[in-house]
């Protein structure tokens, strides 16, 4: 999977669960476009970094029962908006600067 369709995902996953738009398991991973399983191995991956995802069966739906907040890099995710262009234009950022003359490097030194 690319990185950007990576972060999509997590996007999408975050937003729902904090809008407490999920659905059921099935109707999630539907919406994602995955798999249960592989939903649930997300929802895994985000609780083992801190989010506390539980289940409502009244509301049919997931929700965060703590201050979690998904940050990729130095931003939050609910800070980025227009797409995968700019996506792809702040994940590049991080990589290609350039020095005081203008001339472009990588900085691999503070990235990911």
Wanted: charged fraction near 25%; proline fraction near 1%; aromatic fraction near 10%.
């Amino acid at each position: 999977m690319s990185l950007l369709k990576a972060i999509d995902r997590l996007q999408r996953l975050d937003y729902s669960i904090r809008t407490k738009t999920t659905g059921t398991a099935n109707e999630f991973a539907n919406k994602l476009g995955i798999s249960r399983s592989t939903l649930m191995e997300n929802l895994a991956e985000m609780r083992a970094l801190g989010a506390e995802i539980c289940f409502c069966h009244h509301r049919k739906t997931y929700f965060y029962s703590n201050d979690f907040k998904l940050l990729i890099g130095d931003r939050s995710l609910d800070n980025i908006k227009g797409g995968d262009a700019e996506l792809y234009n702040n994940y590049a950022r991080k990589f290609y600067q350039s020095d005081a003359t203008g001339h472009p490097y990588i900085n691999l030194v503070q990235s990911i």
